[in-house]
Nanobody, 115 residues
Framework: QVQLVESGGGLVQPGGSLRLSCAAS????????MGWYRQAPGKQRESVAV???????HYADGVKGRFTISGDDAKKMVYLQMNSLKAEDTAVYYC?????????WGQGTQVTVSS
């Protein structure tokens, strides 16, 4: 079993920055993929930044150059640094782990970009 807890969301003005954190606990060995997704009101959940099973980091086109995913294996943490935030980045952001046949999600953290 894997537990994920996100934090760091909030209200920020356009052009501002936020850093999201995801704390993982439980059995997190043999991870296939790990990353961040988001879901805006009325829209489907979408991938934002993911450490993929192919060993590569994948970013959504709309966040390239603005968002950076990083991880700390020793602390079992994954981070999402978000810079130059735009109104369209407003969404609930979720941490995700794929391990074997199982997919785990955190409870999400709200990010609102508004003046």
């Amino acid at each position: 079993q894997v537990q994920l807890v996100e934090s760091g969301g909030g209200l920020v003005q356009p052009g501002g920055s936020l850093r999201l954190s995801c704390a993982a606990s439980g059995s997190i060995v043999s991870i296939y993929a790990m990353g961040w997704y988001r879901q805006a009101p009325g829209k489907q959940r979408e991938s934002v930044a993911v450490f993929g099973g192919d060993g590569r980091t994948h970013y959504a086109d709309g966040v390239k150059g603005r968002f950076t995913i990083s991880g700390d294996d020793a602390k079992k943490m994954v981070y999402l640094q978000m810079n130059s935030l735009k109104a369209e980045d407003t969404a609930v952001y979720y941490c995700n782990i794929v391990r074997g046949p199982y997919t785990y999600w955190g409870q999400g953290t709200q990010v609102t970009v508004s003046s």
